[in-house]
């Protein structure tokens, strides 16, 4: 008598075709693949900043806001901001606004004297 092997009697499974991954996203300052966690929301908008150490007397700074995300927020800044400060920021009015904690990831000057930030939310 012969012994038949369980996985010769099943006949074979048909797998849908490999997909092809999908191509890199490029970031918006050509420097290579796209990290972000989530999709970034185009805004243009006004939001505050200041430092999470500040002192009372201190003036919150006023920015630009480009794109926000669950995770993090773009900006425009009339002054430099470096890399790994944390700032309060505060985005909008009424039902639209956010308030929240940011560390600083990125800021590139821009040809107009400004620069652009990114923010990562903490």
Same mark, same amino acid.
């Given at each position: 008598?012969?012994?038949?092997?369980?996985?010769?009697?099943?006949? *074979?499974?048909?797998?849908? *075709?490999?997909v092809p991954a999908a191509p890199a996203e490029v970031s918006s300052s050509g420097g290579g693949r796209d990290r972000r966690r989530s999709h970034r929301e185009p805004v243009v908008t006004t939001g505050t900043i200041k430092p999470v150490?500040?002192?009372?007397?201190? %003036? *919150?700074?006023?920015? =630009?806001?480009?794109?926000?995300?669950?995770?993090?927020? @773009? =900006?425009?800044? %009339?002054?430099?901001?470096?890399?790994?400060?944390?700032?309060?920021?505060?985005? @909008?009015? @009424?039902? =639209?606004? =956010?308030?929240?904690?940011?560390?600083?990831?990125?800021?590139? *000057?821009?040809?107009?004297?400004?620069?652009?930030? @990114?923010?990562?939310?903490?």
């Amino acid at each position: 008598m012969r012994t038949t092997n369980i996985r010769e009697s099943r006949p *074979p499974l048909n797998h849908a *075709p490999a997909v092809p991954a999908a191509p890199a996203e490029v970031s918006s300052s050509g420097g290579g693949r796209d990290r972000r966690r989530s999709h970034r929301e185009p805004v243009v908008t006004t939001g505050t900043i200041k430092p999470v150490d500040y002192k009372e007397s201190a %003036p *919150p700074r006023q920015v =630009l806001v480009t794109d926000v995300s669950l995770h993090g927020v @773009g =900006l425009r800044s %009339p002054a430099d901001l470096i890399t790994g400060t944390r700032y309060f920021i505060e985005i @909008g009015v @009424g039902p =639209l606004y =956010l308030s929240s904690r940011m560390t600083v990831v990125r800021s590139l *000057p821009r040809s107009d004297g400004t620069f652009d930030v @990114g923010g990562e939310f903490c």
